[in-house]
């Protein structure tokens, strides 16, 4: 049952973060590299073809390795939050309007002190 669990979590990460790859709000590696873990717990064939990905492998191991984050992937969520915070600021009502800022000075000072791939 928990085989099933994860291979469930891994295919949902995997569609949340193709989503991602279109929409600009939605994170793509983050959820890839759930993805991958996911698998690593479910199915060893699928986390292998995820590792060796020529776009998102690279990410993954990097993480695994030594909880990286690049510099661009960096400066995208950056972007992002800044987006959701402006969006924040222009359609939600006081004070609901300072969640997105908020969060994303906590995610973006996260993310800043990971180290560099």
């Known amino acids: 049952m928990r085989r099933y669990l994860f291979l469930v979590s ?3 990460a ?18 890839v590299i759930l993805a991958a873990y996911c698998f690593a717990r479910s ?15 690279p990410h993954i ?12 992937g960096k400066q995208a969520a950056t972007i992002g939050f800044i987006a959701s915070a402006i969006s924040g600021f222009i359609f939600a009502p006081w004070p ?19 180290p560099e791939a």
């Open 10 to 12: 891994g295919f949902a």
């Open 14 to 31: 995997l569609a949340l973060g193709a989503i991602g790859a279109v929409l600009p709000i939605m994170p793509t590696v983050p959820l």
């Open 43 to 57: 199915s060893p064939r699928l986390e292998a073809k995820l590792v060796e990905h020529p776009v998102f492998g």
């Open 61 to 72: 191991v990097r993480w695994r390795e030594r909880g990286a984050i690049s510099r661009r």
């Open 96 to 114: 609901y309007m300072l969640i997105p800022a908020l969060a994303g000075i906590i995610g973006g000072a996260w993310i800043w002190r990971r």
